[in-house]
């Protein structure tokens, strides 16, 4: 079975017997696994929080970290499980890579807000991450099991621009 892929800002909750897979640079994903009922949610985070100003402009329910906490809350709800089932693992916000090879971090970096929004949000739930792969210079190619729960991350190195 050929894993799924989730697009920046999709989400999906349910049993996935196929699994899923994605591509994260400075995004961000959080996984979770029920072992017993093999229930997988997993994100393609963009942004850390939604905007003040956003208005009516709908998103996906993955792009915003603030949302999708919620909604993996309920979520859990709807399939009358807690927070506790799950095991929950967290990956991406790797910094900008620069077409010199050079990588870019400022306290402004995307990859760096969403990472330190999640840990803090998580921290306020209660969620306890049993795996984080975060930071670095390097995007990360990010596949899980639909049967077992097992994530496989792989690093995509960084392309150089030859001399002409």
Same mark, same amino acid.
């Given at each position: 079975?050929?894993?799924?892929?989730?697009?920046?800002g999709?989400?999906?909750?349910?049993?996935?017997?196929?699994?899923?897979?994605?591509?994260?640079?400075?995004?961000?994903?959080?996984?979770?696994?029920?072992?017993?009922?093999?229930?997988?949610?997993?994100?393609?985070?963009?942004?850390?929080?939604?905007?003040?100003?956003?208005?009516?402009?709908?998103?996906?329910?993955?792009?915003?970290?603030?949302?999708v906490?919620?909604?993996?809350l309920?979520?859990?709800?709807?399939?009358?499980?807690?927070?506790?089932?799950?095991?929950?693992?967290?990956?991406?916000?790797? !910094?900008?890579?620069?077409?010199?090879?050079?990588?870019?971090? /400022?306290?402004?970096? @995307?990859? #760096? =807000?969403?990472? $330190?929004?999640?840990?803090?949000?998580?921290?306020?739930?209660?969620?306890?991450?049993?795996?984080?792969?975060?930071?670095?210079?390097?995007?990360? !190619?990010?596949?899980?099991?639909?049967?077992?729960?097992k994530? /496989?991350?792989?690093? @995509?190195? #960084? =392309?150089?621009? $030859?001399?002409?």
């Amino acid at each position: 079975m050929t894993p799924r892929y989730i697009n920046p800002g999709e989400y999906v909750f349910g049993v996935i017997p196929e699994g899923v897979r994605t591509l994260l640079g400075s995004c961000a994903s959080i996984v979770l696994w029920h072992p017993e009922r093999r229930i997988l949610g997993f994100c393609h985070i963009l942004l850390p929080e939604t905007p003040k100003s956003q208005g009516t402009l709908v998103r996906r329910d993955g792009y915003y970290a603030d949302q999708v906490m919620t909604k993996f809350l309920d979520d859990m709800r709807s399939w009358e499980s807690q927070p506790g089932d799950y095991v929950m693992e967290l990956y991406g916000g790797s !910094r900008l890579l620069l077409a010199n090879g050079e990588t870019l971090q /400022t306290p402004f970096s @995307v990859g #760096a =807000r969403n990472i $330190e929004y999640i840990h803090a949000r998580a921290g306020e739930l209660g969620w306890h991450f049993s795996r984080v792969d975060t930071g670095g210079p390097l995007p990360r !190619r990010i596949e899980v099991n639909g049967m077992t729960g097992k994530v /496989t991350v792989q690093f @995509v190195p #960084a =392309r150089r621009k $030859e001399a002409l």
